[in-house]
């Protein structure tokens, strides 16, 4: 998978869940790919939520994962 097909479906990732955000006040930044790793920026609400960790690894990582196999872990840069 190339460089651009990563991202595309990195974004359409996100596409997938930022309504999910949305609905609770938040919503994700993708900010880079770097060597399997995607950083990303919670925003609004998400940004002070005491489950922010887990929505990350449990919604966040997981689709990606889903739409992207080869990215290892999603980070989330304050």
């Known amino acids: 998978m190339t460089a651009q097909e990563t991202l595309e479906n990195v974004e359409k990732a996100l596409d997938e869940i930022r309504p999910f955000l949305m609905?609770?006040?938040?919503?994700?930044k993708l900010l880079s790919?770097?060597?399997?790793?995607v950083k990303v920026q919670l925003e609004g609400a998400?940004?002070?939520c005491s489950v922010n960790q887990?929505?990350?690894?449990?919604?966040?990582?997981?689709t990606i994962?889903?739409?992207?196999?080869?990215?290892?872990?999603?980070?989330n840069v304050a």
């Open 46 to 48: 998400c940004t002070g």
């Open 54 to 62: 887990m929505t990350l690894k449990n919604g966040v990582e997981a």
């Open 33 to 37: 790919i770097e060597n399997a790793i």
């Open 23 to 28: 609905s609770d006040g938040g919503n994700i």
């Open 65 to 75: 994962k889903k739409h992207a196999p080869q990215i290892q872990e999603v980070i």
